[in-house]
T-cell receptor, first 115, second 110 residues
């Protein structure tokens, strides 16, 4: 597609429920990234995919968080047993290869609110 | 200590003024630097990127890097109300990860 597409754009969920966030990267972009943006904080790295593999998942906050990518395209970030501290904007980005020197293209994010 | 530090502001300027935004960084590896602009409820969009010390201009925007003092800046000349946004500085952490500052919220008053 023309840009990085994320869905849903907003999600309100009850504490303890599982949520799935979806990212459609730009067609042909092999690298995909998930970042989290909390109020007043910078972007926090979560995970990086090259193709369908995740060489770096060091930023995932806990084992409640997982992500997968299929077909070298769509990625899903899953948060199990959501907690209030998970409330944030989850941003997906993609780049043609790795982000070296050229930056990423971000989606508009999914705003997650855990009540 | 965060790898990239940025004053969160907020910053409010009159239309036509020069906006000056600054960040400092602590890790000298992977020295590529970027500025992103983020409008409310939108994702960050790449504004400028640079590898080297000195100035890089693009229209009304100038990115400045001083590697000796580990300081990066963005200047916006002849600011417009449409420049009102949050500006994020970023630096390469390795060949795929970026470290971001907290962002500075800028309001340009008409």
């Amino acid at each position: 597609g023309a840009g990085v597409s994320q869905s849903p754009s907003n999600k309100v969920t009850e504490k303890g429920k599982d949520v799935e966030l979806r990212c459609d990267p730009i067609s042909g972009h092999t690298a995909l990234y998930w970042y989290r943006q909390s109020l007043g904080q910078g972007l926090e790295f979560l995970i990086y995919f090259q193709g369908n593999s995740a060489p770096d998942k060091s930023g995932l906050p806990s084992d409640r968080f997982s992500a997968e990518r299929t077909g070298g395209s769509v990625s899903t970030l899953t948060i199990q047993r959501t907690q209030q501290e998970d409330s944030a904007v989850y941003l997906c980005a993609s780049s043609l290869n790795t982000g070296t020197g050229s930056g990423y293209t971000f989606g508009s994010g999914t705003r997650l609110t855990v009540v | 200590q965060k790898e990239v530090e940025q004053d969160p502001g907020p910053l409010s300027v009159p239309e036509g003024a020069i906006v000056s935004l600054n960040c400092t960084y602590s890790n000298s590896a992977f020295q590529y630097f970027m500025w992103y602009r983020q409008y409310s409820r939108k994702g960050p969009e790449l504004l400028m990127y640079t590898y080297s010390s000195g100035n890089k201009e693009d229209g009304r925007f100038t990115a400045q890097v001083d590697k000796s003092s580990k300081y990066i800046s963005l200047f916006i000349r002849d600011s417009q109300p449409s420049d009102s946004a949050t500006y994020l500085c970023a630096k390469g952490s390795n060949d795929y990860k970026l470290s971001f500052g907290a962002g500075t919220t800028v309001t340009v008053r008409a």
